[in-house]
């Protein structure tokens, strides 16, 4: 079956870059029409999309973040890469990486989610 | 960048009852839309894609439908399970998610 897991730091401070390592099983990312992204939510707040990786390489970004944003594929090791520069505490948020859909840029299965706190 | 628009932000209703949430797009979108449910400290759980297809598992209490720029997401005969935090997202232009639903069981 398929599983998502995010790891990394939950404690950054302002200014920092944040890495966030999303490891998966039950698919490969080397296959036609498999995609990773990331998505967060601020603590009481609505969801956020950030990026989104497919099979082939390409990459999207949103605008409002996009000169922020790189997300990175290791196909070897079935883990996606999302860094996020410059640190501010408005980017104090659960951080999700989600399987893309086969049949479109929904999200059918998602990591539990890790908090990333921005404080100094 | 295409702006998903929820209503109501708030509901409440009793069980039995049949709830609808609207979903507006701020140009047209197709049938690219998708709902999630998120029971609170949970990830969401994707509920319909593409509109008006349901997820495998989820029930069939749940439907959505709609097209161009708006898109309904029903749930005839509410469970006690069913409150949480009910999202849109459209995916014809990169991705955006509508601000959220919330679903109080009375």
């Known amino acids: 079956q398929i599983t998502l897991k995010e790891s990394g730091l939950t404690l950054v401070k302002p200014t920092q870059t944040l890495t966030l390592t999303c490891t998966f099983s039950?698919?490969?990312?080397?296959?036609?029409?498999?995609?990773v992204g990331w998505i967060r939510q601020p603590p009481g707040k609505a969801l956020e999309w950030l990026a989104l990786i497919y099979w082939d390489d390409d990459e999207r970004y949103s605008p409002s973040l996009n000169n922020r944003l790189t997300i990175t594929k290791d196909t070897s090791k079935n883990q996606v890469v999302l860094t996020l520069t410059n640190m501010d505490p408005v980017d104090t948020a659960t951080y999700y990486c989600?399987?893309?859909?086969?049949?479109?840029?929904?999200?059918?299965?998602w990591g539990p989610g890790t908090l990333v706190t921005v404080s100094s | 960048d295409i702006q998903m628009t929820q209503s109501p932000s708030s509901v409440s209703a009793s069980i039995g009852d049949r709830v609808t949430i609207t979903c507006r797009a701020s140009?047209?979108?197709?049938?690219?839309v998708s709902w999630y449910q998120q029971i609170p400290g949970k990830a969401p759980k994707l509920l319909i894609y593409a509109a008006s297809n349901l997820q495998s598992g989820v029930p069939s209490r749940f439907s959505g439908s709609g097209s161009g720029t708006d898109f309904t997401l029903t749930i005839s005969g509410l469970q006690p399970e069913d409150f949480g935090n009910y999202y849109c997202q459209q995916s014809y232009s990169r991705v955006t998610f509508g601000q959220g639903t919330r679903l109080e069981i009375k």
């Open positions: 989600a399987h893309r859909g086969i049949q479109g840029d929904y999200f059918d299965y």
């Open positions: 039950g698919f490969s990312l080397s296959t036609s029409e498999v995609g």
């Open positions: 140009q047209s979108i197709s049938s690219y």
